[in-house]
């Protein structure tokens, strides 16, 4: 989602710290305009598919859904808000947070040390399409991601890195035919943020068959777990 020139950047910020959360709004909202904002799982992806964000800034540790913070609201919040993007501004630099919020499909990861002009450039990098990580995390996405780095300026995929390296996973490009019809309709309640639970009573089977079937679809699709199954499905538009 690239934008045109001029065009007014539409921003969600999602932090627990609500003094926090103030001030980046005061900090970005000159620059940007904010569509909302929110403190826990629920709320955030409640508001992120009601306001429609060209940009979340979120942060990786958030109460409340299921416990999965700001991954959680990623991947539940993908099916609501397709063409959103999401910039992880996060205290933490630990390697289990920067990989978790990325893998789910994250277009950058920066920590709360950043400048208020450099936080301000990464959101309108992210808007723009380009993937952005703060220098001290590059050297670790570099390793997670075991792809050729890109050192400033743009790839053939068209991926600008600002001041670090990006790497993005890659996905299986496998047909969603090699999957059994109940294997696809699990697939999609999954991709959708059900819990096995949910899906369980949802397709009226039990939570052991669910399980067998998502271990059947990760390994013909060639994926490792729920948030790469949500971004694939989500890329082919299919959920």
């Given at each position: 989602m690239a934008m045109s020139e001029g065009e007014t950047i539409r921003v969600g910020v999602v932090d627990d710290h609500e003094m926090f959360r103030a001030g980046v709004i005061s900090t970005i909202g000159k620059d940007f305009e904010i569509v909302g904002q929110a403190g826990d799982v629920d709320s955030a992806i409640e508001m992120i598919g009601r306001t429609q964000p060209d940009v979340v800034l979120l942060d990786v540790h958030v109460p409340g859904g299921q416990g999965g913070g700001g991954s959680e609201i990623l991947l539940r919040s993908v099916p609501l808000s397709p063409e959103t993007l999401y910039l992880a501004l996060s205290v933490s630099d630990a390697p289990a947070d920067v990989g978790a919020v990325i893998r789910a499909g994250a277009r950058g990861y920066v920590t709360k040390t950043i400048t208020a002009e450099d936080l301000i450039a990464s959101i309108r990098q992210v808007a723009d399409g380009y993937a952005v990580f703060s220098p001290k995390l590059a050297?670790?996405?570099?390793?997670?991601?075991?792809?050729?780095?890109?050192g400033g300026g743009k790839s053939g995929?068209?991926?600008?890195?600002?001041g670090s390296e990006t790497l993005e996973p890659e996905y299986s490009a496998e047909d969603i035919d090699v999957l059994s019809p109940r294997e696809q309709e699990v697939m999609r309640l999954i991709a959708r943020g059900y819990s096995y639970k949910e899906v369980a009573s949802e397709l009226f089977i039990s939570v052991k068959t669910v399980e067998t079937h998502v271990s059947a679809v990760l390994r013909k699709l060639q994926l490792s777990n729920r948030g790469e199954?949500?971004?694939?499905?989500?890329?082919?538009?299919i959920v």
């Amino acid at each position: 989602m690239a934008m045109s020139e001029g065009e007014t950047i539409r921003v969600g910020v999602v932090d627990d710290h609500e003094m926090f959360r103030a001030g980046v709004i005061s900090t970005i909202g000159k620059d940007f305009e904010i569509v909302g904002q929110a403190g826990d799982v629920d709320s955030a992806i409640e508001m992120i598919g009601r306001t429609q964000p060209d940009v979340v800034l979120l942060d990786v540790h958030v109460p409340g859904g299921q416990g999965g913070g700001g991954s959680e609201i990623l991947l539940r919040s993908v099916p609501l808000s397709p063409e959103t993007l999401y910039l992880a501004l996060s205290v933490s630099d630990a390697p289990a947070d920067v990989g978790a919020v990325i893998r789910a499909g994250a277009r950058g990861y920066v920590t709360k040390t950043i400048t208020a002009e450099d936080l301000i450039a990464s959101i309108r990098q992210v808007a723009d399409g380009y993937a952005v990580f703060s220098p001290k995390l590059a050297g670790f996405v570099l390793t997670a991601f075991t792809r050729d780095a890109v050192g400033g300026g743009k790839s053939g995929s068209g991926t600008e890195v600002v001041g670090s390296e990006t790497l993005e996973p890659e996905y299986s490009a496998e047909d969603i035919d090699v999957l059994s019809p109940r294997e696809q309709e699990v697939m999609r309640l999954i991709a959708r943020g059900y819990s096995y639970k949910e899906v369980a009573s949802e397709l009226f089977i039990s939570v052991k068959t669910v399980e067998t079937h998502v271990s059947a679809v990760l390994r013909k699709l060639q994926l490792s777990n729920r948030g790469e199954l949500a971004r694939w499905a989500a890329h082919r538009r299919i959920v």
